[in-house]
């Protein structure tokens, strides 16, 4: 299979007496990932129950996953904050030493959203959520997500986004026991 610029493309086709091929770009193969040695991520989403983040974290760390980022994405709700105030507690403690704790909060060109009410909050939420798992990818070798916080939309929306950003090196809280 040959794999060349559009340049070349219509030089080859000429040749060939076939005209102008169509402006086509081909991306070369993907190249298999190979471990860099960057540790891993948990993205998980945050709502009324900040312990759904720190079960998630703490099945990781037992199986023996490097886990060094927990990213939360969350609204400004009230009760979500204060179950925000519980983590940041818990990783201050020490229970996480090697893992860095780093909010995410869904904000809106208004600020910060407390609850999705409107197509436009759904979509600052798909927004928010594909900048947190794209940035813990590029960061990352591996990028574990848990969908059990927040709310159900929450849920669908990391769904969508994880369909479009995860390939094979990359989990969803499904795996864990």
Sequence with gaps: MRAANYASDRAWGRARGWGTLPATRTRPPRRARTHRGRGEALVATLGHEPQVVTVALDLLLQQGRPVQEAVVVHTTSPVVLAGLREIRRE????CYPTTRLRSFPVRADGGHLDDFRTEADVHTLLAALYR??????????VVHLSLAGGR???AVAAMVVSQLLFGPPNRGDCDLP
């Design 91 to 94: 990783f201050a403690s020490g």
């Design 152 to 154: 159900k939309v929450m």
């Design 132 to 141: 947190a798992i794209r940035d813990a990818k590029r960061a990352r070798d």
